[in-house]
């Protein structure tokens, strides 16, 4: 498995290991809030990626950042998303590790 980031585009999703790290920058087109976890899709401009942010963190230092991370993820925000691709129902998705709002649509 590799450690090291790769940019994402959309299209080249589907093509990724599972276990790859990867970082993306797009808009947030749709949220879902659970208690476990929030679930939203990011369209780079290429396509639309789902990610999964898991709020139910083991621990108080890392159930408080992924409750703080979760507060970021807004309909229409620019996000930089870093994860690892994952798989649901046999879908890709992104399984989120950090994120961060993106104040310059440049940025994607």
């Not at 990867?22 to 939203?40: D, I, L, Q, T």
């Not at 639309?48 to 139910?56: A, P, R, V």
């Not at 507060?71 to 691709?85: E, K, Q, S």
Request: proline share 5%; aromatic share 6%.
């Amino acid at each position: 498995m590799e450690s090291h980031h790769a940019r994402l585009l959309a299209f080249d999703f589907v093509r990724k290991q599972v276990g790859r790290r990867v970082e993306m920058v797009g808009v947030a087109v749709s949220v879902e809030r659970k208690p476990k976890y929030v679930r939203f899709a990011v369209d780079d401009g290429t396509g639309c990626i789902s990610c999964i942010l898991w709020t139910n963190q083991s621990g108080a230092p890392q159930q408080q950042a992924a409750a703080d991370m979760a507060r970021l993820v807004t309909l229409g925000g620019l996000l930089a998303v870093h994860g690892r691709v994952s798989r649901y129902h046999h879908h890709p998705q992104l399984t989120v590790s950090s994120l961060l709002p993106q104040p310059d649509a440049n940025a994607e």
